[in-house]
T-cell receptor, first 114, second 115 residues
Framework: EAGVVQSPRYKIIEKKQPVAFWCNPI?????LYWYLQNLGQGPELLIR????????DSQLPKDRFSAERLKGVDSTLKIQPAELGDSAVYLC????????????FGPGTRLTVL | DQQVKQNSPSLSVQEGRISILNCDYT??????FLWYKKYPAEGPTFLISISSIKDKNEDGRFTVFLNKSAKHLSLHIVPSQPGDSAVYFC??????????????FGKGTLLTVNP
């Protein structure tokens, strides 16, 4: 069974540029999560989707971050414009149900903003 | 204020010995705890969990202990193997029986198992 796929794996951009990350969850997983992991920290939840509906986006900085999950499968997380402090790893996870111990994480996208 | 604390950023152990990773939490309402393991350039993978109705959960070489009165949990790996070298994250999931999706992670502990 294929795991959670994320692309790109690495991205380097200059500040004020836009950037987008893509996630393909495990087939059949209705719940999708985006996490932010800063260096030396644990992952922090940004947004959770149940199918195509964002049911918790309370931690998403909505002034520059946006996300979508069209058709309830793939998801895209966008930052526009990027700032230096956005340099981090962006992790996508999916689960069959909204149970904590069934979240499967992708490898993440490491973003560097110069 | 951090709700889940892993106070040891790193731990080094000899192969074959026991590794003990510690985690403290502040919210007594937390009732479901998890450990994740993360290799470089990979996402975290679920390792083992424990509900507050238990004080111990075992899975092969991995055992998690929960001390509710001390708000403390620990992960024991016996015997430790070089392949266990990774960052270990303690996490809690608020809600009953892990039904709450929202994981709160500690900062992680880097375990190095030396051959």
């Amino acid at each position: 069974e294929a795991g959670v796929v994320q692309s790109p794996r690495y991205k380097i951009i200059e500040k004020k540029q836009p950037v987008a990350f893509w996630c393909n969850p495990i087939s059949g997983h209705n719940t999708l999560y985006w996490y932010l992991q800063n260096l030396g920290q644990g992952p922090e939840l940004l947004i959770r989707y149940e199918n195509e509906e964002a049911v918790d986006d309370s931690q998403l900085p909505k002034d520059r971050f946006s996300a979508e999950r069209l058709k309830g499968v793939d998801s895209t997380l966008k930052i526009q414009p990027a700032e230096l402090g956005d340099s981090a790893v962006y992790l996508c996870a999916s689960s069959l149900h909204k149970l904590a111990d069934t979240q499967y994480f992708g490898p993440g996208t490491r973003l560097t903003v110069l | 204020d951090q709700q889940v604390k892993q106070n040891s950023p790193s731990l080094s152990v000899q192969e074959g010995r026991i590794s003990i990773l510690n985690c403290d939490y502040t919210n007594s309402m937390f009732d479901y705890f998890l450990w994740y393991k993360k290799y470089p350039a990979e996402g975290p993978t679920f390792l083992i969990s424990i509900s507050s109705i238990k004080d111990k959960n075992e899975d092969g070489r991995f055992t998690v202990f929960l001390n509710k009165s001390a708000k403390h949990l620990s992960l024991h790996i016996v015997p430790s193997q070089p392949g266990d070298s990774a960052v270990y994250f303690c996490a809690e999931s608020g809600g009953s029986g892990g039904s709450n999706y929202k994981l709160t992670f500690g900062k992680g502990t880097l375990l190095t198992v030396n051959p």
